[in-house]
């Protein structure tokens, strides 16, 4: 908790309606997760769980945020855990999503336009990381749901989010496909645990990280003991971080656009 003198520092300015609280939105290929918190991640909400719809397109998944926003408490900035490669300015992947759905939407701009808030987007493991990286040192967060998500973190603050799940972990199969929910529905607990641990031990040998924390739906699936690096961490993590996105210490990862009309002007 931010001590009082600091949290003017963290309140925004550009809120709708000067409201502080935010929509945080962790969209999986799985499930979709929403709350209402504070600017510290305070849930003000009830957490909402729902399945993402089939075919996952944009227009659908905006649909269902929308009506999972609509009788949850009032909020003044909107942030979103998106699975997959986010751009400044528009989704770049979304491999359990449907990339061919997804590539070059721009979900910030039309979230805003939806909503009437300001729009924060990064890839879903960063923004779940941010809602337990505190530092100090090197930190690595995986999340293992549909697919698996990974972003690194230096002293609780420099982010890197790393598309490990799209990376052959063992022969032709991905990460996504080695160790993501279908793999544990096809070789049952006892194996999929088995891979678990392999791919925990390697990626902290990759990252040489000092803490690994283990989310997603499927964490809570783990059954081994696990080492004193690793830590399996809540799902309201993911909302926590959400809330993050808006402090004043990550401005710097979000310049300001242009307004919608002259970006339009420039594109080729």
């Known amino acids: ?11 925004r300015h550009d809120a709708r309606g000067g409201n502080p609280n935010v929509l945080a939105v962790d969209i999986g290929g799985t499930l979709i997760k929403a709350a209402v918190v504070d600017h510290v991640g305070t849930l003000i909400s009830e957490f909402v769980t729902t399945p993402t719809p089939h075919p996952a397109t944009p227009e659908t998944v905006i649909a269902l945020i929308t009506r999972i926003a609509e009788p949850l408490p ?4 909107i942030s979103v855990g998106f699975p997959g490669v986010v751009n400044r300015d ?12 997804w590539k070059n939407f721009d979900l910030e701009r039309t979230l805003h336009d939806t909503f009437g808030a300001p729009v924060r987007i990064l890839n879903d493991a960063i923004v779940y990381g941010l809602g337990v990286a505190k530092g100090p040192g090197r930190e690595c967060v995986l999340t293992f749901g549909t697919g ?7 002293d609780g603050a420099i982010f890197f ?30 194996a999929w645990n088995e891979r678990a641990v392999r791919v925990i031990t390697a990626v902290h040998a990759l990252t040489n990280s000092d803490r690994v924390y283990l989310g997603g739906g499927n964490s ?8 004193p690096w690793a830590t399996i961490v809540p799902p309201s993590s993911g909302v926590a971080g959400g809330a993050r996105l808006w402090h004043a210490d990550m401005d710097r990862w979000f310049a300001p656009r242009r307004p919608a009309t002259e970006e339009a002007r420039i594109r080729p």
């Open 1 to 11: 908790m931010p001590a009082t003198s600091d949290r003017k520092h963290l309140l």
């Open 90 to 101: 528009c989704i770049v992947t979304a491999p359990n999503l449907g990339t061919q759905h």
């Open 148 to 154: 698996m998500g990974c972003a690194l973190f230096s």
């Open 220 to 227: 809570r699936r783990i059954s081994f003991a696990l080492p």
């Open 161 to 190: 989010g790393l598309e490990l799940g799209q990376h052959y972990a063992c022969d032709d199969q991905s990460y996504d496909q080695y160790i993501g929910h279908a793999a544990y529905l096809e070789i049952g607990l006892e």
């Open 74 to 77: 009032d909020f003044g900035l």
